[in-house]
């Protein structure tokens, strides 16, 4: 299966990270999605969103993340 790759630099980017998560993860077809996100010492919460994400996509629970994200 050939891969797509994304990448979001990010800094404090906690308003809008949510969305762009589900944005890149919503994404469809028949490949695999590769998506990296570097962070540059956010201080507004951003890092908390992208740990709540990881949690929700190691435990399958992508559909109820990107339902309650924003």
Do not use: K
């Not at 404090?12 to 999605?33: K, M, N, P, R």
Request: glycine share 10%; net charge negative; with cysteine.
């Amino acid at each position: 299966m050939p891969a797509a790759s994304r990448s979001s630099p990010l800094l404090d980017s906690a308003a809008f990270i949510d969305d762009t998560v589900a944005s890149v993860l919503s994404q469809s077809g028949d490949f695999e999605i590769v998506y990296h996100v570097q962070d540059g010492g956010s201080r507004d919460g951003t890092l908390e969103r992208l740990e709540h994400w990881q949690a929700c996509l190691e435990n399958g629970n992508f559909r109820s993340c990107a339902v309650g994200s924003g």
